[in-house]
Structures are given as structure tokens and as C-alpha cells.
């Protein structure tokens, strides 16, 4: 399983891996004050999003590859 995590900072909201976290924050992505909302884990990027939509009370996530079709 990944650990998924969302960050909001004023620039928004970020959601990644645990591991990129780090990294985003050296680079500036994320901002050293911001605030995690929630963790997810889950097994795939697209099942962690379904997750996320639900958290944040957004619209059910739809993957890329449907909105195409």
C-alpha cells in the first residue's frame, strides 16, 4: 500500500505520496507552513483519489482515461 497525503498551503491544496512530500517542500511546491488534511492509504493513484474526492466533498473522482471516452 502508498501513503497518499493532501496539503493545503495558500497556493491550494497538493495531494502526493508520502515520499514526495520532502521533495516538494525543498522545491518549494509545498510551503513550510502548510497544514495536512488527511492521509490515504490505498494501492493505486486512482483509488486514493476516489478516497480524496470523498474526504474533501468533491465530485466523484474520474479517472483521465474515461473522461476521454
Known amino acids: ?3 497518499f497525503e493532501a496539503w493545503e498551503d495558500e ?3 497538493t495531494f ?4 514526495n512530500v520532502v521533495d516538494f517542500k525543498y522545491k518549494n511546491l509545498i510551503s513550510n507552513d502548510a497544514r ?3 492521509q ?3 494501492s ?3 483509488e486514493a483519489m476516489v478516497q480524496h474526492h470523498i ?3 468533491w465530485e466523484p473522482y474520474i479517472p483521465l ?4 471516452t
Open 1 to 3: 500500500m502508498i501513503i
Open 11 to 13: 497556493n491550494g491544496i
Open 16 to 19: 502526493t505520496t508520502r515520499e
Open 36 to 38: 495536512l488534511l488527511h
Open 40 to 42: 490515504i492509504e490505498a
Open 44 to 46: 493505486t493513484y486512482e
Open 55 to 57: 474526504k474533501m466533498k
Open 65 to 68: 482515461d474515461e473522461i476521454a
